[in-house]
């Protein structure tokens, strides 16, 4: 018997593996109350989860408030140390919210319900009425509760679980995807200013097997083909490559495809003038680290995900994408842009335009991959059929049109939610 077949819980009861070349999840995995409640346990409550880059706090002070795995917290850069804190977003008094903007920049944080006030480092530094404690007050235990915080190459990460493995172990194999990320940028990443905010009625687990999809490119997009056509664009090459299993759940599709990319692949969207400047990078990035890898860098696309819920799509822009989801059939998803800090205005330019073209709220690609998700939840709650199959590609090494990438992510999943402890 193998240990698939021997392994009991939730996880298995929804991920079954064969018999031959199948792999079928149970939709009620996409539906049931009881199997969300159970992945805020088991799948956030015990991974390392995205929060946001270093870039957004640049100096002393500034902050950004965000969910992660469904809890308030907030990212501050410290006024004493300089260090990236992530903060519970709860006052140690009795509880309010204490950072109640998105962003900005704030020598304290004052609680708007009592006035106890937490400096950028989160101790508490101002209670009004002090007196009344009496001598028993103990400050420096009643600084704002800490999240366990580790970053990989300006990358923040937070995780709720004390027995967790250090952050690069976690990322197993994905942190040379990171890593070709950061490098074909030389290092010097920073996320554009701004966010694309959008949320859709379907399961989570739906954006995340869309996100590394290669099978419904031609279809769902036909459109973008068509107007890449129009531009003058050669769609010859089409989308060749392949997926890959990178451990703990991550995984990745790379893949050569008709666009062009900003660093660096010309196509005729990024306009004729910026054909030389595109050239020039592409020709620095062989310098720095031979044809091979700049090849890699330059050339494929890559969409990355990282278990459970980050998605970096290395494409025609990068861009960090993460979501929430607040009920089995709903998602709030958070999309940043990434770009080399200090980039030539009319690169940036088109990159945001890039960006927007395809993966905005309003380009090519998202209104149409909500709609086929939204479809699918849909199609669930008609019932008479109970599994998805996720079997392609299972008989040969994974192309960039079959599925192993998600049957990485759904491996994962169910050994995490089969978790008794
Ligand atoms: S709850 Fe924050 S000061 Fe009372
Ligand atoms: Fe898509």
């Given at each position: 018997?193998?240990?698939?077949?021997?392994?009991?819980?939730?996880?298995?009861?929804?991920?079954?593996?064969?018999?031959?070349?199948?792999?079928?999840?149970?939709?009620?995995?996409?539906?049931?109350?009881?199997?969300?409640?159970?992945?805020?346990?088991?799948?956030?409550?015990?991974?390392?989860?995205?929060?946001?880059?270093?870039?957004?706090?640049?100096?002393?002070?500034?902050?950004?408030?965000?969910?992660?795995?469904?809890?308030?917290?907030?990212?501050?850069?410290?006024?004493?140390?300089?260090?990236?804190?992530?903060?519970?977003?709860?006052?140690?008094?009795?509880?309010?919210?204490?950072?109640?903007?998105?962003?900005?920049?704030?020598?304290?944080?004052?609680?708007?319900?009592?006035?106890?006030?937490?400096?950028?480092?989160?101790?508490?530094?101002?209670?009004?009425?002090?007196?009344?404690?009496?001598?028993?007050?103990?400050?420096?235990?009643?600084?704002?509760?800490?999240?366990?915080?580790?970053?990989?190459?300006?990358?923040?990460?937070?995780?709720?679980?004390?027995?967790?493995?250090?952050?690069p172990t976690y990322l197993a194999g994905a942190?040379?995807?990171?890593?070709?990320?950061?490098?074909?940028?030389?290092?010097?990443?920073?996320?554009?200013?701004?966010?694309?905010?959008?949320?859709?009625?379907?399961?989570?687990?739906?954006?995340?097997?869309?996100?590394?999809?290669?099978?419904?490119?031609?279809?769902?997009?036909?459109?973008?083909?068509?107007?890449?056509?129009?531009?003058?664009?050669?769609?010859?090459?089409?989308?060749?490559?392949?997926?890959?299993?990178?451990?703990?759940?991550?995984?990745?599709?790379?893949?050569?495809?008709?666009?062009?990319?900003?660093?660096?692949?010309?196509?005729?969207?990024?306009?004729?003038?910026?054909?030389?400047?595109?050239?020039?990078?592409?020709?620095?990035?062989?310098?720095?680290?031979?044809?091979?890898?700049?090849?890699?860098?330059?050339?494929?696309?890559?969409?990355?995900?990282?278990?459970?819920?980050l998605i970096i799509n290395d494409i025609m822009?990068?861009?960090?994408?993460?979501?929430?989801?607040?009920?089995?059939?709903?998602?709030?998803?958070?999309?940043?842009?990434?770009?080399?800090?200090?980039?030539?205005?009319?690169?940036?330019?088109?990159?945001?335009?890039?960006?927007?073209?395809?993966?905005?709220?309003?380009?090519?690609?998202?209104?149409?991959?909500?709609?086929?998700?939204?479809?699918?939840?849909?199609?669930?709650?008609?019932?008479?059929?109970?599994?998805?199959?996720?079997?392609?590609?299972?008989?040969?090494?994974?192309?960039?049109?079959?599925?192993?990438?998600?049957?990485?992510?759904?491996?994962?999943?169910?050994?995490?939610?089969?978790?008794?402890?």
């Open positions: 018997m193998t240990e698939t077949a021997q392994a009991t819980g939730v996880g298995s009861e929804h991920v079954i593996e064969g018999p031959g070349l199948r792999f079928r999840v149970k939709r009620t995995a996409m539906t049931s109350e009881e199997v969300f409640r159970a992945e805020l346990a088991k799948v956030f409550g015990r991974t390392w989860l995205y929060l946001g880059h270093e870039s957004e706090i640049p100096n002393p002070g500034d902050f950004v408030r965000r969910p992660v795995g469904g809890r308030p917290l907030f990212m501050v850069r410290g006024a004493k140390t300089g260090a990236v804190n992530v903060f519970h977003n709860t006052c140690t008094h009795r509880g309010a919210v204490v950072c109640r903007v998105d962003k900005g920049t704030s020598k304290v944080f004052q609680c708007f319900y009592h006035a106890w006030t937490f400096d950028s480092e989160g101790r508490l530094v101002g209670v009004p009425g002090e007196d009344a404690y009496g001598d028993d007050l103990d400050r420096s235990a009643l600084g704002l509760g800490r999240a366990r915080t580790e970053s990989y190459r300006g990358f923040v990460f937070v995780t709720f679980d004390p027995d967790i493995e250090d952050l942190r040379q995807y990171l890593d070709y990320v950061v490098d074909s940028m030389d290092g010097n990443v920073e996320v554009v200013p701004g966010t694309n905010e959008y949320g859709f009625d379907a399961n989570w687990k739906l954006l995340v097997e869309n996100s590394i999809d290669g099978y419904h490119a031609a279809s769902t997009h036909d459109t973008y083909f068509k107007y890449l056509v129009a531009l003058g664009t050669d769609l010859s090459i089409g989308v060749t490559g392949v997926t890959k299993d990178l451990g703990n759940g991550h995984a990745v599709l790379e893949y050569q495809a008709p666009w062009g990319r900003p660093v660096a692949l010309w196509e005729p969207l990024f306009g004729e003038d910026s054909k030389e400047e595109i050239a020039a990078l592409r020709a620095e990035l062989t310098d720095k680290h031979g044809e091979e890898k700049a090849l890699v860098m330059a050339e494929r696309n890559r969409n990355l995900l990282i278990y459970p819920n822009a990068v861009t960090v994408r993460t979501f929430v989801p607040t009920a089995p059939d709903r998602v709030e998803v958070t999309a940043w842009e990434l770009a080399p800090q200090g980039e030539l205005p009319q690169l940036r330019q088109r990159r945001l335009d890039s960006f927007l073209t395809f993966l905005g709220p309003g380009g090519f690609a998202t209104p149409d991959d909500l709609e086929a998700l939204e479809s699918c939840q849909q199609g669930f709650a008609s019932g008479g059929v109970e599994w998805n199959d996720i079997s392609r590609g299972m008989g040969r090494d994974p192309q960039a049109t079959d599925e192993e990438q998600m049957r990485a992510f759904w491996r994962r999943w169910r050994v995490q939610l089969d978790a008794t402890d």
